[in-house]
């Protein structure tokens, strides 16, 4: 008993650290799948679409669903489950795998750290910000959470992304799966149910060789952007929002003075399209 405890309580730290670099994002096995697959997706945390496996967590999980058109189904686990996510491709058409955490916290153990990531996110005007309200200028603790979803192809494949009701979230306005690849793909930022303008929106293309490129675009007056896609890739879109805490989660974090919320979209573009 004694063991299991330790071993859990270590695997519970090792994701709680991890959880503090960069993205999260979801990975299936499978990027394509006929219906009535068995569907595994690994919780990935990391950088440059290069991570470390995270397994299930129920205490870190505020929400885990799959969506099959308007049909939405609670993901269910097992404690140290990896692949964190195992579900069914039941329908035809275009499956969505959704996961939203609950909060963490991390500490900047400098303030050259904590500027650098608002220089990284374009949240420079946040530097003034913290100046004038006179908050620290070392170990600045933040709160984080994760918002991440993962676009599969079932079957055919068809369907359309929309919004999941997550407070920060990417929604791919052309299928990957079905769009024509001779022009760019669209994608959109939604904050709190409305469309999030101007917000910087970075995107991960890792070829068949595992080499990756990045490029980032700032968003429109409609939170839109747009890339070029090419086929036998995968991509991780990811964007971050940086806003002030509230007096509640202050309390609740023991003095968090920033959270930061990240949305991922990750997907596969069949080579043969």
Known sequence: MFKTCLALTIAFSLFSTAAAAHEVWLEP??????KGSDIA???LNGEELRGQKLSWQPSSIKRAEKWEGDSRDAL???????????????????LTLVYESNHN?????SYEKFTSFLDEKGFERLIAEHDNRSLPKERIREAYSRHAK???AVGSGQGSDAPRGLEIELIALDNP?????????RFQIMYRDAVMPDNRVTLFDRAPDGTVAILTQQADA????AFDITPGHTYLVDTVMIRPTSRELLVQTKGA?????????????????
Not at 76 to 94: F, H, M, V, W, Y
Not at 105 to 109: E, G, H, S, W
Not at 222 to 225: A, C, N
């Open 29 to 34: 096995d499978a990027w394509a799948v006929p």
């Open 41 to 43: 997706a690994q919780m």
């Open 76 to 94: 269910e686990g097992r404690l140290g489950d990896i692949p964190a996510i195992n579900t069914s491709a039941d329908e035809d058409g275009l």
């Open 105 to 109: 916290v991390l500490t900047y153990d």
């Open 150 to 152: 993962a676009l599969v």
């Open 177 to 185: 799966y079905t769009a024509n690849l001779a022009e760019p793909l």
């Open 222 to 225: 409609r939170g839109t952007v």
């Open 257 to 273: 003075v920033w959270e930061s919320l990240w949305a991922s979209l990750t997907f596969q573009v069949p080579a043969d399209r």
